[in-house]
């Protein structure tokens, strides 16, 4: 039965699965062993990157935005940013249904692979400042992995954009955080978090400036919730033993969850 005045002849149309690809996406899912609990691990995982995919689509459009002092489109960008982290964030509780005991029905299946060489969160945790060169290693054999990600790792964050931004509108932002080598993690300064102070003082004259680091802090603040909950899911699953990939597992994500990305604005709650 069809709905009337549906179109339902595709043979010389596209149709939805054309435009979407669907015979391409839906046989990606390739588990490597017979448990059942291995295609959920997979379409977790693709699905998780084709969010970060949009990510990364919509945090460079906002970085031009900011660049060009556009910011009420910057604004709307990164919403969205935030709204896509919160369904990475709800996508652990998936994930979490799946206990000890049917992850290891598969792991050894993933031989060295691990989260960890994700490019894409490699170029999201870039662009949001948590710079580090020794994160390069494991993309080494993939000149066309390695090179983007060289280029977003010597680029300035998107927070050193918001303060080029500051300085651009006349605020005195501290010269050694407008010029500085961009592949260091950024380092809390006490001029900066003198500088939001003012913004925060007065709401009425930096409207956009004070929505902007607003925006700054939702989206640090998803950020935390997903390390939070990767935390949480990867305790619950494997406890304290080492990742696929020789990584660190719990302890490393431990240590994450001490990183603050733009430290000023979280120093400023006090301040005011």
Do not use: C
Not at 21 to 34: A, F, I, M, Y
Not at 116 to 134: A, C, V
Not at 214 to 234: G, Y
Request: aromatic share 10%; hydrophobic share 40%; charged share 20%.
């Amino acid at each position: 039965m069809t709905t009337s005045g549906a179109h339902t002849d595709f043979a010389n149309a596209m149709s939805y699965g054309d435009y979407l690809h669907l015979d391409d996406l839906l046989h990606t899912q390739e588990p490597r062993s017979g448990a059942h609990d291995e295609m959920l691990f997979i379409v977790i995982h693709q699905s998780s990157e084709l969010w970060m995919k949009l990510i990364l689509h919509e945090l460079q459009a906002a970085v031009t935005e900011i660049q060009r002092d556009n910011l009420r489109p910057a604004f709307k960008m990164l919403a969205r940013v935030s709204g896509i982290q919160g369904q990475l964030i709800q996508s652990w509780d998936v994930l979490s249904t799946m206990t000890p005991a049917d992850y290891l029905t598969f792991r050894d299946a993933l031989g060295q692979s691990s989260g960890f060489q994700s490019h894409q969160y490699r170029t999201i945790e870039f662009m949001l400042g948590n710079k580090n060169p020794d994160l390069l290693r494991p993309f080494a054999h993939r000149p066309d992995i390695h090179g983007p990600l060289q280029a977003v790792l010597s680029a300035p964050s998107v927070y050193d954009e918001a303060l080029a931004l500051l300085a651009q509108r006349g605020l005195p932002v501290p010269g050694d955080r407008i010029a500085r080598d961009w592949r260091q993690p950024y380092v809390a300064s006490d001029g900066v978090r003198t500088v939001w102070q003012t913004i925060y003082s007065d709401t009425g004259q930096y409207w956009d400036l004070y929505e902007l680091a607003e925006k700054l802090v939702d989206l640090e603040d998803r950020f935390q919730q997903w390390r939070f909950r990767h935390l949480t899911t990867v305790a619950r699953i494997i406890g304290a033993k080492r990742g696929t990939g020789g990584t660190a597992g719990v302890d490393y994500l431990r240590k994450a969850l001490e990183i603050r990305l733009f430290p000023e604005l979280w120093q400023v709650r006090t301040a005011l």
